[in-house]
């Protein structure tokens, strides 16, 4: 797997980094904390990454990813959707929220 960083903004209103990058690959798609992990290598920083879209080009190996990066997991939850969050922690996150919030009404 290859990344090449395409623009990368720094945006202080929200405390975030935006990234837009290419991304060249073997076989199938990447799954999407492949693809977080190679993205905190190609630019050096920890953080919590939330990839917003993921846009495969038809019959290549290779996509477009745009990708936000938060100082901290609590700082993307007060800003992104929930189910941006829940897309990036993986179903099992979702599936637990869902749980808690049916123990909260008995």
């Given at each position: 797997m290859d990344i090449e960083i395409e623009e990368r903004k720094e945006n202080k209103l929200f405390k975030r980094e935006e990234i837009k990058c290419n991304l060249r690959y073997e076989g199938k798609t990447p799954e999407r904390q492949k693809i977080k992990?190679?993205?905190?290598?190609?630019?050096?920083?920890?953080?919590?990454?939330?990839?917003?879209?993921?846009?495969?080009?038809?019959?290549?190996?290779?996509?477009?990813?745009?990708a936000k990066?938060?100082?901290?997991?609590?700082d993307a939850r007060k800003i992104e959707p929930s189910y941006?969050?829940?897309?990036?922690?993986?179903?099992?996150?979702?599936?637990k929220k869902k749980e808690e919030k049916k123990e909260e009404k008995k």
């Open positions: 992990e190679e993205i905190k290598n190609a630019i050096g920083r920890d953080g919590f990454v939330v990839l917003q879209y993921i846009k495969q080009k038809y019959g290549e190996n290779r996509a477009k990813v745009y990066i938060y100082p901290s997991e609590a941006i969050i829940a897309r990036n922690l993986g179903i099992k996150e979702e599936k």
